[in-house]
T-cell receptor, first 113, second 112 residues
Framework: DAKTTQPTSMDCAEGRAANLPCNHS???????VYWYRQIHSQGPQYIIH???NNETNEMASLIITEDRKSSTLILPHATLRDTAVYYC??????????????FGTGTLLAVQP | DSGVTQTPKHLITATGQRVTLRCSPR?????VYWYQQSLDQGLQFLIQ???????AKGNILERFSAQQFPDLHSELNLSSLELGDSALYFC???????????FGNGTRLTVT
């Protein structure tokens, strides 16, 4: 699976959009981009994933560049409860084989009041 | 609530002992994954089972073993415990190999 690079930490003001970048320059054509977050000592929480099109759900939006070498997770209106470590992971979704996630160090997002 | 249940929430034991951690996956999920998170190592993949069979192995020590039962729940057995085994142990499940994983809230193991 391709490696990802994320900033170690970021701050965001409450109520503003949080834009979390991720570089995955060695991503393969069949690898998906996944985002998870982990609020202090809780289990990682799935947020969103995509292959090449932008995706949106009730939690966030995922913007993937046309060359797929980077992506941005957008939390439209950050709240204090969004303070967490955010992990960007790339993974092949092949049926019938393992689909384990390999976590990096992620980005600690601190939402400030 | 992810629907993945892990028991116990906390476990304190002594070095050299053996413990069993239990995971009940979300209803209908066939895959179960185990991860270890210690302060200095981050989230490390240990092992995956799919419908009762081992599917992938990560950085799992020989002192550790796991299994998935016919009702799809899974157990992670840790033996000859060392101080360094103190960590959070997470279980995750997914219905298929191309689905997102959903994690439980973990078991915090403290070895004294």
């Amino acid at each position: 699976d391709a490696k990802t690079t994320q900033p170690t930490s970021m701050d965001c003001a409450e109520g503003r959009a949080a834009n979390l970048p991720c570089n995955h320059s060695t991503i393969s054509g069949n690898e998906y981009v996944y985002w998870y977050r982990q609020i202090h000592s809780q289990g990682p929480q799935y947020i969103i994933h995509g292959l090449k099109n932008n995706e949106t759900n009730e939690m966030a939006s995922l913007i993937i560049t046309e060359d797929r070498k980077s992506s941005t997770l957008i939390l439209p209106h950050a709240t204090l409860r969004d303070t967490a470590v955010y992990y960007c992971i790339v993974r092949v979704n092949y049926g019938g084989a393992t689909n384990k996630l390999i976590f990096g160090t992620g980005t600690l997002l601190a939402v400030q009041p | 609530d992810s629907g993945v249940t892990q028991t116990p929430k906390h476990l304190i034991t002594a070095t050299g002992q053996r413990v069993t951690l239990r995971c009940s996956p979300r209803s209908g999920d066939l895959s179960v994954y185990w991860y270890q998170q210690s302060l200095d190592q981050g989230l490390q993949f240990l092992i995956q089972y799919y419908n009762g069979e081992e599917r992938a192995k990560g950085n799992i020590l020989e002192r550790f073993s796991a299994q998935q039962f016919p009702d799809l729940h899974s157990e992670l057995n840790l033996s000859s415990l060392e101080l360094g085994d103190s960590a959070l142990y997470f279980c995750a499940s997914s219905p298929r190999t191309d689905s997102p994983l959903h994690f439980g809230n973990g078991t915090r193991l403290t070895v004294t």
